[in-house]
């Protein structure tokens, strides 16, 4: 059974950082991109950042200079680094796996950028 599992969201004052983190466990064949997405009260799920299995990034604009993805692949965890944020970043951050041909998601985590 596959299971994500976020964490370090919360409350940050505008230009504060953040960094979030999340653990799959499960059994995995092959390549495991992972990534983040982002949604907004009354609004769609929207791709933050991804990751290859071989760490090859790819990055929304909104985020380009400020957000940086990596992973460590023997933990199978993949972290986002939220500098110099923005009350427009607020959102439920989701994390996401896919592998085989199917997407696993963790529960969400809330990020608030407010003074």
């Known amino acids: 059974q596959v299971q994500l599992v976020e964490s370090g969201g919360g409350l940050v004052q505008p230009g504060g950082s953040l960094r979030l983190s999340c653990a799959a466990s499960?059994?995995?064949?092959?390549?495991?991109?992972m990534g983040w997405y982002r949604q907004a009260p009354g609004k769609q799920r929207d791709l933050v950042a991804t990751?290859?299995?071989?760490?090859?990034?790819n990055y929304a604009d909104a985020v380009k200079g400020r957000f940086t993805i990596d992973r460590d692949n023997a933990k199978i965890t993949v972290y986002l680094q939220m500098n110099s944020l923005k009350p427009e970043d607020t959102a439920v951050y989701y994390c996401?796996?896919?592998?085989?041909?199917?997407?696993?998601w963790g529960q969400g985590t809330q990020v608030t950028v407010s003074s």
């Open positions: 996401y796996l896919h592998n085989l041909g199917k997407d696993y």
């Open positions: 499960g059994s995995f064949v092959g390549t495991t991109p």
């Open positions: 990751i290859t299995s071989e760490g090859l990034t």
